[in-house]
């Protein structure tokens, strides 16, 4: 077995190796950026080396310096984790001729399977089905209209190199075709330096089940059941479960070994995913393999109680496979839910920020988190914004959902916008409970998971005061008036005092009352403009305990600055400590264009003067390699560009400025 490693990737997954190797008596290596000199795979590591600036061109992409550092440190192995250069296949080719061994495939089998339109050409000979489509070097726009046209519509355009959803573009019809390709080739190109595409039926109704295959040194290999990935958004998934519900045992067999067909047929070693289209009728059919370890991978370990990470150390080490195909056992049920930066109520626009507040659900044999984050860490604008993989099993699928449940209600996190009460929602929701799965469920159920919170947005505002005034009155007599707290106590002459205090949701600002008890030193009366409510509640630590009206229940908070956070079931009520300052946000002029998120600017597509018109793209951004466009939102004239292609600009910059031009009928209503 290796005696030193070196981990070329950083985030979770650095994390996730390490844990392994040191469990086998392995010395691991960290490489990082400028932004991760103090993260949390750095810190875990036995030894670490700084490879460069954040950007992930300018480090975690440079190869040669990676291997320099192997050699430097003496690791024997790398391994490349997932993302970044693992399936780059001058990476393998450079380690092999350095001397270093690749925890991963031969660079043929990377080759082979990096070109999606290649790698079904492949499975074509091995005889694994495939979804009709256009995969041929041909890349001319009226050749890819022409075989878009046969495949019939709803078509698929995919970057044939391509992967976490890049460089995708659904269309459903002819006269959207050419839009939709520039879109996905210039996505491609700045993704992956490649803007060839394919395209493929796009199947109204169907399932993403993938096969995890692994194949020794000596040619054999075995399949370690499947996986259902098709709740995804943007074609990136957001919850992975093992085994596919309603699978039929002969599918999975069939699936198994169509996958092991196709790792074979190129010479397979290691770890590999082969993703299948699966549709309502039990058919499949191969979409791509990933020649790597998936982010998913931690479900597969739950049902089958096998390491993964382990198990490519070993077959990387010459090793046979550890089990047979009817050695590998199946128990229980097993989900993974991905934990991102990002915001749901905003077409999922990737956040950055610092994680002020990060609370984890307590790990156990039915709980696991997958993290390479604590408090206090920033999510940056550089890499990809996944916080942690949240991962639970037990014995049914259905005991499994309860436990996801209980668990995200557990997760709590304040400083950066994040997916938890989203993914609370997509968990307990009954398409979801009923296996109701296609790639398509979170747009087909976007109003359940979309809809306002159950929460009662007055009753929080009530707790929301309650933990505001537990944390600003310290453990000293309330009633004492010379107290330097007195002025939150209700001592006054001759008069019960009602302390203001102004809390904002949104643009609205809510004026509540709060009184404190009488009789109880943990008694508060807090009016709100609709309600009243007589609250008994003490703060331990970010715990509020609180008697409200009878219903006596438990909330967790965190306020920073003037910002307050409360966690409520599953649920995430924000307010703000409001006081009347002005800035310069007060006087913003009407219909300024501000950046959604951190980001670069990749287009202006209007210039000072222009006559734009609503929904016209102004600007287009790019943020984690995905790309938003920043439209008009009324007709108008540009009064004013801030920035220009290549530029770097904050969330909330502002972009472009316009001039509305009033409606019509207001003009007439004018004169």
Known sequence: MFRKILIANRGEIACRVIQ???????????????ADANARHVAMADEAFHIGPAPSSESYLLGERIIDVAKRSGAEAVHPGYGFLSENTGFAEACEANGVVFIGPPS???????????????????????????????QSPELLKAEAQKCGYPVLLKAVAGGGGKGMRVVERPEDFN??????????????????????????????????????????????????????????????????PGLARRTRKAMGDAAVRAAQAINYVGAGTVEFLYDADGSFFFMEMNTRLQVEHPVTEMITGQDLVEWQLRIADGDPLPLSQSE??????????????????????????RLHYLRTPAESDHV????GVREGDDISVHYDPMI???????????????RLVTALAD???????????????????????????????????????FGPPTIDNDESLALAAAFVMRQRQPAKDPTDPWSPFASFSNWRLNATYAEPLKLKVGDTVHTLQIRNGQSQDDELTITTETGHYQIHATLNDDQL???????????????????????????????????????????????????????????????????????????????????????????????????????????????IAIDVVPDVMERETET
Not at 112 to 128: D, L, N, Q
Request: charge should be negative; hydrophobic fraction near 40%.
């Open 20 to 34: 392994t190797a040191h469990r086998l008596g392995i010395r691991c290596v960290a490489v990082y950026s400028d």
């Open 108 to 138: 043929a089998a990377i080759a082979a399977m990096g070109s999606k339109s290649a790698a079904k050409a492949i499975m074509e000979k091995a005889g694994v089905p495939l979804v009709p489509g256009y995969h041929g070097d041909d």
């Open 179 to 244: 839009d939709a390709l520039a879109a996905a080739q210039r996505e491609a190109m700045n993704a992956f330096g490649n803007p060839d595409m394919l395209i493929e039926r796009y199947l109204t109704r169907p399932r993403h089940v993938e096969i995890q295959v692994f194949c020794d040194h000596q040619g054999q290999g075995v399949y370690l059941a499947e996986r259902d990935c098709s709740v995804q958004r943007r074609h990136q998934k957001v919850i992975e479960e093992a085994p596919a």
């Open 328 to 353: 590998i056992p199946i128990h229980g049920h097993a989900l993974e839910v991905r934990v991102y930066a990002e915001d749901p109520a905003h077409d999922f626009l990737p956040a950055t920020g």
């Open 368 to 371: 696991r988190v997958d993290t």
């Open 388 to 402: 942690a993989k949240l991962i639970v099993w037990d014995h049914t699928r259905e005991q499994a959902i309860n």
């Open 411 to 449: 997760y709590r996190i304040a400083g950066v916008k994040n997916n938890l009460s989203f993914l609370h929602a997509i968990a307990d929701s009954t398409p979801f409970r009923n296996a109701d799965l296609t790639t398509g469920f979170i747009d087909q159920h976007a109003g359940l998971l």
């Open 545 to 655: 305990d609180a008697t409200i009206n009878g219903h006596r229940q438990r909330v967790f908070g965190h306020v920073q600055g003037s910002d307050v956070t409360l966690f409520q079931n599953g649920e995430t009520f924000r307010c703000a400590v409001f006081r009347e300052t002005f800035g310069l946000g007060d006087v913003a002029t009407e219909g300024s264009l501000e950046a959604p998120m951190n980001g670069a600017v990749i287009s202006v597509q209007a210039r000072k003067g222009d006559t734009v018109t609503a929904g016209q793209t102004l600007v287009i951004m790019e943020a984690m390699k995905m790309e938003h466009a920043i439209k008009a939102p009324a007709d108008g004239v540009v009064s004013d560009v801030f920035f220009a292609e290549g530029d770097q600009v904050s969330e909330g910059a502002e972009l």
